[in-house]
């Protein structure tokens, strides 16, 4: 078992009892809540005349089902429209905040945690939601949990866990131009497999990471499910502390970022620190990764052939052969040139400042191609705004991109934003499973972000190193 | 609340095979079926793009079956129910009839999912895996009884030996797998390490 980790430390210091299960009881100090996986938890509370142990804990954010375009009330969806009157009436009974889209303060749950101070290390953060890993980035332990455990947290603040193993993933050296945070975890998880991380949580380390920024932490993070990991993080540091200087939480309470910063020095994993496994990936080897396939560890770099089933673990081939079917792609080729009618720019992984930033950069005196549908869905209304404030908006809207309010849109499907048919997709999102973006017979090729404006932009999937832009970091 | 959490010690049934690895929760209950307050009636969307065309016709499917209709013993292969943490996907196979699974590995929230609703997911090699869905399908209607407690698997004449997690095992055959219930008795354990941590700020505090 591991020893000296944050994973231990964090564990150790919300860990309340052992329950005769064997499990752990773990306090929760941050419970984000949304409107899809909530509502069945607070019926059931009700069922048993419980009520919300700790709402000063609770955040609840509206994003899988809310509308990116016209956002008046009611919802043209009824459905959408009863699930928010639902949240809208539990939040309220309970004396939960709740950043509504009324509030400027409304996006991905994922994305507004970060943003607003909420996420900090060493707390334990759970959602009902399975890229809550994504907070993780912050020196938090973070992890996605189902609606029992839901109803768990909300009844009693706490949650019932078996520890798990750490393996430490080492990324060290420097990521070559044109190559990000995504491709470091596309990369990770098509080495390790998407079960590679069960019964793990993930710690990245190295000089790849500690040089990145928090979004690229974040995305890092958000997909440590995909790879099988419940959770991931990184170690606090001067980065993590800068970012949560500028949060609304710490803005207005400055006195308590002094009186916490000794507790997240605290838990930082210790040099001698035991793990019980470690994964070393060279920085400077990786080039952008896509997917092929309909699982998001069925990737390949840009330039390299998409593998032959046989060429697979014998456990992966059949799975393989469908998704090339499914796909329509041949092994042996590269996926450039893969044409696409969709790009979708947006999402928890991959939809915060600087992310829009990089690929408005790219598409900057671009037009996007003409049998392409393209948009981009800022992750949170104050991504938004900063971005319209900074005339990203312009950039896109001029190369022909539609420009959406802030939701989870065709991340999931949820909402009007769907992908029609057969149609192909070049989507910075995290899943590409099949009927993911709302067709079953829609394709979904996931990618980064600059990499999906370069598939817009040419109507193919495209090695975004080619573009001149890109050599300018 | 009632504590009356009732023990799994052992769930029998008729089986169903959905064969392939990495079956992943958006198959299991397409999103688009997500779209409810409650999970009542979520059965018939089980599996809803694998039993029926865009026309709803119904398409070739084990649980199409008249002889699988019956089924409440799922048999799968690897990497079951990955994907999202949604509880939906668990609560349709429910619905639909399923009281518990087999297979050669599960997802762990999804796992965890099926736990907190009281269904084991019990885990066997390949081998055996594939020689009891081709059991369940010769055998629509032969009994499979899983013993959870102790970790056998009885169908036909055969009894083979399977794993079950040990942390699922004792909270089934103990019924204490209602851990609300569990948990809420520990409220004064909870506030006190709750008041340790240096970030928390309790109202009324
Ligand atoms: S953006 Fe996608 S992955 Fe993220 S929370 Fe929304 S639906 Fe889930």
Request: glycine share 10%; hydrophobic share 35%.
């Amino acid at each position: 078992m591991s020893e000296g980790t944050l994973y231990d430390a964090v564990w150790d210091r919300h860990r309340v009892t052992t329950l005769p299960t064997g499990q752990d009881q773990l306090f929760v100090g941050l419970h984000l809540i949304h409107e899809v996986t909530s509502p069945q938890a607070f019926g059931m509370l009700e069922e048993r005349d419980l009520e919300v142990a700790y709402p000063e804990l609770t955040h609840a954010t509206v994003d899988h089902i809310i509308p990116t375009a016209d956002q008046s009330r009611p919802y043209s969806d009824d459905a959408a429209e009863r699930m928010m009157v639902e949240l809208e009436e539990n939040v309220r009974e309970a004396g939960i905040e709740f950043s509504d889209p009324g509030s400027g303060d409304q996006g991905i749950v994922h994305v507004i945690g970060p943003e607003q101070g909420l996420t900090q290390p060493g707390k334990t953060i759970v959602c009902g939601d399975s890229h809550t890993s994504t907070h993780g980035a912050f020196g938090a332990l973070a992890f996605g949990i189902g609606t029992s455990q839901i109803r768990d947290v909300l009844a009693t603040g706490t949650v019932a866990m078996e520890k798990q193993k750490v393996r430490k993933i080492q990324v060290d050296g420097e990521l070559p131009t044109g190559v990000e945070a995504k491709d470091v975890i596309l990369e990770i998880i098509r080495r390790l497999g998407t079960e590679g991380g069960v019964g793990y949580v993930y710690e990245y380390a190295g000089s790849a990471i500690e040089s990145m920024g928090m979004e690229g932490r974040m995305s890092i993070c958000n997909m440590s499910i995909e790879g099988g990991a419940r959770a991931g993080y990184v170690n606090p540091d001067e980065t993590t502390y800068e970012w949560l200087a500028e949060t609304d939480y710490f803005r207005e309470n400055p006195e308590k970022f002094d009186e916490l910063e000794p507790y997240w020095e605290s838990i930082r994993s210790d040099e001698t620190a035991e793990y019980d496994d470690v994964v070393r990936i060279d920085a400077d080897e990786l080039e952008p990764v896509v997917t092929w396939g309909t699982t998001p560890g069925q990737g390949v770099g840009i330039t390299q052939p998409i593998p032959a089933p046989e060429e697979l673990p014998a456990d992966k081939q059949d799975t393989a052969r469908r998704a090339q079917e499914h796909m329509r792609v041949e092994p042996g080729e590269t996926m450039e040139g893969y044409p696409i009618d969709v790009a979708f720019l947006g999402s928890c992984t991959n939809a915060r400042l600087p992310d829009l930033r990089r690929a408005a950069a790219v598409v900057e005196g671009r037009q996007v191609h003409e049998d392409v549908r393209a948009m981009v869905v800022p992750g949170s209304q104050r991504v938004q705004a900063a971005a319209e404030t900074e005339g990203l908006r312009e950039t896109f809207e001029r190369a022909g991109f539609e420009w959406r309010n802030a939701g989870c849109s065709m991340c999931l499907g949820m909402n009007e934003d769907q992908l029609e048919g057969e149609e192909a997709c070049a989507s910075s999102s995290n899943r590409n499973f099949v009927g993911r973006q709302g067709s079953k017979d829609g394709r979904t090729v996931l990618m980064n972000p600059r990499m999906v404006v370069a598939a817009a932009i040419n109507g193919e999937v495209t090695d975004v190193r080619t573009l001149p832009e890109v050599t300018a970091r | 609340m009632s504590a009356e959490i009732p023990e799994v010690e052992s769930v029998s049934g008729t089986g169903v095979a959905i064969r392939g690895n990495d079956i992943d929760t958006d198959q299991v209950i397409p999103a688009r079926f997500m779209k409810v307050v409650t999970f009542d009636g979520l059965g018939q969307f089980a599996f809803f793009d694998q039993r029926f065309t865009d026309g709803d016709e119904e398409k070739d499917h084990p649980m199409n079956e008249p002889a699988h209709r019956e089924a409440s013993v799922m048999v799968v292969n690897a990497n079951f129910g990955c994907g999202s943490s949604r509880e939906h996907a668990p609560q349709a196979l429910m619905r639909w009839g399923i009281d518990a699974l087999i297979g050669e590995s599960f997802a762990e929230i999804f796992a965890g999912n099926c736990l907190a609703l009281g269904i084991p997911t019990v885990e066997a090699d390949e081998e055996t895996i594939e020689d009891l869905q081709s059991w369940v399908e010769a055998n629509p209607d032969g009994e499979i009884e899983i013993d959870v407690a102790s970790e056998t698997v009885t169908y036909g004449d055969r009894t083979v030996d399977v794993s079950v997690d040990e942390a699922q095992r004792r909270a089934l055959v103990d019924g204490v797998w209602d851990t609300t219930a569990l948990m809420k008795a520990n409220a004064g354990e909870v506030r006190r390490t709750a008041e340790e941590l240096p970030y928390v700020d309790l109202d009324g505090d």
